[in-house]
Structures are given as C-alpha cells and as structure tokens.
C-alpha cells in the first residue's frame, strides 16, 4: 500500500517561512521524481517544484528564488522549504510520487 503523508503546513505571516516534508511508503522512493503542487480556491491544481531522481529540480515560475525542493533518500522524504511566502502561496499542498498522491496539508499566509 503506498502513502505519501505530508506535514508542515500552518499558518504564517507574509515574509514568514515553513518547510512541508513528505513522508513516503510502499514506494521505491529513490527511483521516482517527486513533486509538490498547489491549489488555491476556485483555481487548479498547479505544479510548485520537482525533483528527479537524480536530483534535478524545476519551479513554478511563481516561487523560484522563493522555495527550495530537496530530498533524502534515506529517510523517503521529499522536503519544501519555502521563504519570503507571500498571501498567495495560500493554498492546499500536495506531494506527488507517480500517480499516487498525499492528502494535502493548508499553507495559509497572511498579510
């Protein structure tokens, strides 16, 4: 059975920062690019960051500069450091493996 559990997210004020961490199991982690994506209200789902299995990492236009993916194969995680968050990073995060999917964690950021 694969999960993919996420954690990290809260509450936080404009120019505040969190880090999301993705727990993954039932998956060999080390050979699948890993992802996180957003949606805010009333919009769709969007892709915020990838990292391959080989460690090479795109963003969404929207947080380069801004978020940070990594990943540690030891301990099946893939990470989301986001910095300077801005109100609309608002949204429900989800990590992404394959097709399978976490249940999202809310990133709220106020201004």
């Known amino acids: 059975q694969v999960q993919l559990v996420e954690s990290g997210g809260g509450l936080v004020q404009a120019g505040g920062s969190l880090r999301l961490s993705c727990v993954a199991s039932?998956?060999?982690?080390?050979?699948?690019?890993m992802a996180w994506y957003r949606q805010a209200p009333g919009k769709q789902r969007e892709l915020v960051a990838r990292?391959?299995?080989?460690?090479?990492?795109n963003y969404a236009d929207s947080v380069k500069g801004r978020f940070t993916i990594s990943r540690e194969n030891g301990k099946n995680t893939v990470y989301l450091q986001m910095n300077s968050l801005k109100p609309e990073d608002t949204a429900v995060y989800y990590c992404n493996g394959g097709p399978w999917w976490g249940q999202g964690t809310q990133v709220t950021v106020s201004s």
């Open positions: 039932g998956i060999i982690f080390r050979t699948n690019t």
């Open positions: 990292i391959t299995s080989g460690f090479t990492t």
